[in-house]
Every structure is written in C-alpha cells, then in structure tokens.
C-alpha cells in the first residue's frame, strides 16, 4: 500500500479512525480499572511492608518479589487461561484489569513503602505544621513516584493482546492485517503510537515537575 508518506495508506487510516478510537477507549477502560486495583493493593501492601510486625511484614514481602520477578505476560495468561480451564471463564477486559492490577500493585507497594522508610522526620513534621492530614502528607510526599507507575501501567495494557483484546495494540495489528485495511504499517503503527505519548507523556511530565517541587523545597528546608 505504500510507505511511511504513501497518501493511499493515511487516507486509509483516517477513513477506519473509529478503530484507533474504539481502541484507545479499551485501553483507557483498562488502565483506569488497573490503576485503581494497583492503589489499593499498593497502599495496603505498602503499609504492610513497613510495619514491625512480621506476618504483614512476610506478606508484603512474598507478594513483591513473587509478582516482581515474573513476567506480566505470563500472569495475566495464568489468571486468563486457568480460570479457563478450570472452568471459571472471566472476559479478556476483566482478566487484563486484574492481571494489570496486581503487578502493578506490587510495584506501588514499594514505591509507597520506600518513600514511607525514606522520608525524612523533619519532613512530616513540615507537613504537621502546615495542617496536612496523613492522607494529605502521604499523598504529597508519595504521588510524585506513583504517577511514573500509572505511565507504565497504561503501556503495558498492550499486553490485552496476547490474549486477543480489543485495545490500542490489538486494534492496531488488526487493522494492518485487515483484507481490506491491510498494508498501512507505518501510518497505523504511528496514530498508534501518538495517542499512547498523548496519555503518557503529560504523566511523565507532571511527576518530573512534582519532584523537582519537593527536591527545591527539601533544600529551602534545609538551607
């Protein structure tokens, strides 16, 4: 059909938009499903990383290194095949939120439970002075981190594919191998893409500046 600036192959992307959109919704349903099932998790997991006592303490530890040190892609086929098999069907969407959920959630726990162990007392004490809550305290010192994860969580909603999901990625390999669509590789692979950079890179960008933030006023503090 033509390369990168074949008129032919945008013109057809831009005739089937509606599959990059309907897309891009499956992929935002996706990862705001699994960002709200990673903060759960995180914050109990993360809480129970940092206390003095053991069972919670082994816990938090078991289900960290367990989810960290395997693939994302063989999870979410475990939880989507076994239930299968086993003859408790769950829907793709369903089984990509929570396979996205729980590893990213692990990751979350650390990031909550390191900032938790890093911050430091005259921090808080910071904070007690100017009215902060502890929601308000841990959600200004521990957000700045947490927002990176929800960057990666929403580009790992690619993974829906593997087990034939109808997100950005999926949507995209279908059209490029359609009958009637097939050819537009590069313009397909670019709107692609762009919309993915359209969600994550204001993430990316909001948490660089919230750290640099608490990095300035840390130092004010100090000086």
């Known amino acids: 059909m033509g390369g990168l600036f074949s008129e032919k192959a945008w013109a057809v992307v831009l005739a089937h938009k509606a599959n990059f959109i309907q897309g891009f919704g499956v992929t935002l349903e996706s990862a705001i499903g699994g960002i ?3 903060l759960v998790l995180g914050v109990l997991l993360g809480l129970m990383g940092v206390s003095t006592r053991k069972l919670p303490h082994t816990i938090n530890r078991i289900y960290v290194e367990a989810i960290q040190n395997t693939p994302l ?8 095949y ?8 769950i829907g793709i969407l369903t ?13 979350m726990a650390e990031v909550i439970r390191a900032g938790i162990e890093a911050v430091p007392r005259g921090q808080f004490e910071a904070a007690d002075a100017q ?21 990666n969580l929403i580009k790992n909603t690619a993974v ?14 279908n059209f490029v191998t359609g009958a009637t669509t097939g050819g537009a590789y590069a313009p397909a692979y670019i709107v692609c893409g762009v919309l993915f ?3 994550c890179f204001p993430l ?6 919230w750290e640099a933030k608490l990095k300035a006023q840390d130092e004010m503090m100090n000086a």
């Open 73 to 80: 892609i063989l999870q979410l086929c475990l939880l989507y």
């Open 204 to 209: 990316s960008t909001l948490a660089g500046k």
């Open 197 to 199: 950079f359209v969600i």
């Open 36 to 38: 709200l099932i990673a």
């Open 82 to 89: 076994a239930c299968s098999f086993s003859g408790h069907k």
């Open 95 to 107: 089984a990509g939120i929570v396979a996205l959920g729980i590893y990213h959630g692990a990751y």
């Open 160 to 173: 829906l594919y593997i087990i034939g999901g109808a997100d950005l990625i999926s949507s995209t390999y």
């Open 131 to 151: 009215g902060f809550d502890y929601t308000q305290k841990m959600a200004y010192i521990i957000l700045p981190p947490s927002v990176n994860q929800v960057g």
